[in-house]
């Protein structure tokens, strides 16, 4: 089945198929392949049948039923749910139902999309490889022993295993575009602010945000288009930039100046650069200009990423203290229930970058630390500032390698830390990238390609990454997942944008 | 215990909480007295995902406050100040840092003399705890209970410089502080609701020195009372020390009310390190001049001004102490509009003076609605002898209760002003009656003129006008 999103709207709002049909198809592949994935934390049959069954009628009834019409969406579990339990993996929020839908969902709604459940994460969307859920790691679709990546893991599985046509993550160094590249699907993270982080819960507030894992980039960008613009919820979100839009994608990119960046290859695993230098052959061939360039100050990123978001992290998890919602553990006064409430309900990576952050923003070590990275953070934004005066986008990898094997790196959190390296530059900077899959390693898994661009470029961006998508090299079918027994190739991403992909 | 020989030195932090319709970073309304925790929304009970939008009236009202002030208005930010308590939702509150929107100001007292405002910065509130059962006290209770309807109530906090010298001073400027809030909009300045709360910062050094002694910060003085008693002791505390060779520790110190003297909460190697840093949930925030000039065109006359105005109508130079506390309460309470009109009506100032400041005063709420024209008619009524004194306080009374117009009351309530011939007949009526007090009153005994005049009032059923009575009393007597 793994069907488009556009091909599913599309069909749903013509007649041609029922919401509840493709539902069903997508809920069994749930049920059947989930208990090996563990991509997902809930899933939302009954709720999902019933907005299904809603946009059904809407169409009978001769009403426009939105862009997403009968498109099942997962969404992953720190995302608000009105009365749906929201966990961020972690056990100090297990059992906590939100009174409220984060701005994201109701959009969706709006646009006519089915919620059909919450995928798992690292707890509290810290990590790189959804081992640090509370209730179990994701497998990678394409190899059960191997991590999808994280800490939007689950949501890329998902996708990559065709159990959902697309899902929503949060990307606050990576955490979108790493499982992606990892699971061999889209992954965009957009400029900050074009999508609301109302209802979003909260990781590092000056980083975070949210946006969607596709199989195509025209998924991606549908997902984006119904997602995004203004919410007078969020004082950090922006107007929808006037030049976002879906027409413009196959515009190609004949004179698009691409900047091949070092130090996005350096230290990269050689068989994923080697795939970076074909996608940047796939430009030139379109017409692109392309010229490799250097911004040496991304290799501070990840030091300076570091130190901002744990403290920004010891801030916003605070507020994990057993008072009000979610776990509680008594004790004789409210400072000690608050102490060993957190004791019991974090994780090891949740405390080691409480600490880490609390540090950074004590007394005396302000200057060195937070002060000193926020610093890094302008001579980075100024970077690629001066980098985007001689390029349109930027080229270079997602991923240091591609999906690495369970338990590889969980002991070492300095490695794990930099599967982010080629991903947290755009945080910091708070510009969109893209990650679209381009092939293969030599051991079959999936590599990622990187397309970042300016501040609100989205289109740009889009279109470029649409180039390298049409010739892209193929991804073989994941192991686990719908597409699982017909075995054979995937089709080239090409056919995937035209609708025609796999059935 | 004296302080003589020593200089006491204080400086006050005065929260002031806005009068806005909603919180400052969501729409719960604000409100004191309600139902616990039903004004509260995602936002302010700081839910996870949830995020603050900033209101712009209280941004406003803190504006009007710093230019009320004689301060700087300019860009800000806002900062997060960390720490764990369970009435804060976040554990974090929203609080202006190094880079608040009002900087460097003063605050002129009503005697002359200046006190520096360092900044007047913008906060949100916290929730309140009960502790319920047990002691009731913090450390023996059963249990707590939070109220989060107060959290992310918008403040703003006023930092003075440590400008003032004794506790009567700190009174005078927390009075004209709050004449100020009251004037701009800011606040309805009862500071038994906790609508203003002040932290007194003291500290005292030998007179005629200059380098400051260690200071203390006393918490929980919720009176003009509390903050006077709580400073002297204070004074007291720290000379007493010092003349005995001891340190002043610098520490936190709670104002406990029963006892009459203030007990350490930290010391300064207890102070919390709040790790503040920007909020990454907002934007900075930066007032354009154009804002700026909006807001300073809309702010009323400073109490100063308008007790300088009625001053001026009093026209004997300078007031005498019952005058001048008669013009501090009217101006204070936002009712010399009713006096300007009042004697603008030509109604004598004494007169119009003592009505605002005692009667209207007693109701001030209903006294500021109370249409000012009306108001002055009513006075005007008394000073022609139309109304006696007693009349006229029940007609005004009823105005500010029911509104209407002066001379409808007085006919409804039977209140006509006697005649003269009636006034004259009641007099000779009860001097007829006491011939012994007559002659006595003759003689000079000069107190007697009560009893006359009480009686005749008893005789008029209070209709008499006193002022007639007693010219014919004084008429018939010379």
Known sequence: MSEDASAIAAAVRSGEASASEVLERHLSAIEQHDGELHAFLTVLADSAREEAREIDRRVAAGEDPGPLAGVPVALKDNLCTRGVPTTCASRILEGWCPPYDATVVRRLRAAGAVVVGKTNLDEFAMGSSTENSAFGPTRNPHDPGRVPGGSSGGSAAAVAAGLVPVALGSDTGGSIRQPAALCGVVGMKPTYGTVSRYGLVAFASSLDQIGPFASSVADAVALFEAIGGHDPCDSTSLERPASMSLGRLGDGVVGLRVGVVAELLDGVDPAVAKRVREAAEVLAAAGASVEECSIPEVAYALPAYYLLAPAEASSNLARYDGVRYGLRVDASSAEAMNGATRAKGFGPEVKRRIMLGTYALSAGYYDAYYGQAQKVRTLIIEAFKRAYENADVLLGATTPTTAFEIGSKVDDPLAMYLSDVCTVPSNLSGDPAITVPFGTDDLGLPVGVQVLAPALQETTMFQAATVVEDAAPPVPTPRIGADATDGGERAAGGERAAGGRGR | ?478
């Open chain 2, 1 to 478: 215990m004296s302080t003589e020989g020593w200089e006491i030195v204080i400086g006050l932090e005065v929260h002031c909480e806005l009068q806005t319709a909603t919180k400052l970073f969501c729409g719960c309304r604000n409100a004191f007295g309600d139902e616990p925790n039903t004004n509260i929304c995602p936002v302010c009970l700081g839910l996870p995902g949830s995020l603050p939008v900033l209101n712009v009236k209280a941004v406003e009202i803190a504006m009007s406050i710093g230019t009320a002030l004689n301060c700087e208005v300019r860009p800000s930010l806002f900062h997060r100040k960390n720490y764990f308590y369970p009435d804060m939702p976040k554990d974090y509150q929203v609080s202006q840092y190094d880079e608040p929107i009002n900087v460097q100001g003063w605050l002129e007292l009503p005697e002359g003399e200046r006190v520096g405002i360092e900044r007047a910065h913008m906060e949100e509130d916290t929730g309140k705890t009960s502790h319920i059962g047990g002691g009731g006290r913090i450390h023996d209770a059963d249990h707590a209970l939070v109220d989060y309807n107060r959290a992310g109530v918008p403040l703003v906090e006023i930092v003075s410089a440590p400008d003032m010298r004794s506790a009567a001073q700190a009174r005078r400027y927390v009075e004209e502080l709050r004449a100020i809030l009251v004037a701009v909009g800011a606040s309805d300045g009862r500071m038994e609701e906790g609508s203003l709360r002040v932290d007194a910062n003291v500290s005292v050094r030998r007179a005629g020195t200059y380098e400051l002694g260690t200071r203390c910060e006393i918490k929980n003085l919720n009176s003009l009372r509390s903050l006077g008693r709580a400073i002297e002791h204070e004074a007291d505390r720290q000379v007493s020390l010092l003349e005995s060779g001891e340190r002043v520790l610098q520490q936190t110190r709670h104002w406990d009310e029963e006892s009459a003297r203030t007990v350490a909460l930290r010391s300064k190697e207890e102070a919390f390190d709040y790790r503040y840093f920007p909020e990454p949930d907002l934007v900075p925030l930066a007032p354009d001049p154009g804002w700026q000039a909006e807001v300073a065109a809309r702010i009323p006359a400073m109490p100063a001004e308008r007790r300088k105005k009625l001053v001026d109508l009093l026209g004997v130079g300078a007031p005498n102490d019952a005058q001048a506390d008669q013009i501090s309460t009217v101006v204070t309470l936002g009712l010399d509009r009713l006096v300007v009109a009042a004697t603008g009506a030509g109604v004598e100032i004494g007169l119009a003076l003592a009505r605002s400041a005692n009667e209207a005063a007693a109701d001030p709420e209903r006294a500021r609605e109370v249409d000012p024209s009306a108001y002055a008619a009513l006075l005007r009524m008394e000073q022609d002898g139309k109304l006696s004194a007693t009349q006229a306080k029940a007609v005004l009374a009823d105005l500010l209760q029911n509104g209407g117009h002066p001379a409808d009351i007085a006919r409804r309530k039977g209140f006509e002003a006697l005649g003269a011939d009636t006034v004259a007949a009641a007099v000779a009526q009860v001097i007829a009656a006491h011939p012994a007090e007559w002659e006595r009153f003759r003689q000079g005994e000069d107190k007697l003129q009560g009893l006359f005049t009480g009686e005749v009032m008893k005789a008029t059923k209070g209709k008499a006008d006193g002022k007639v009575v007693a010219a014919e009393l004084r008429r018939l007597r010379a």
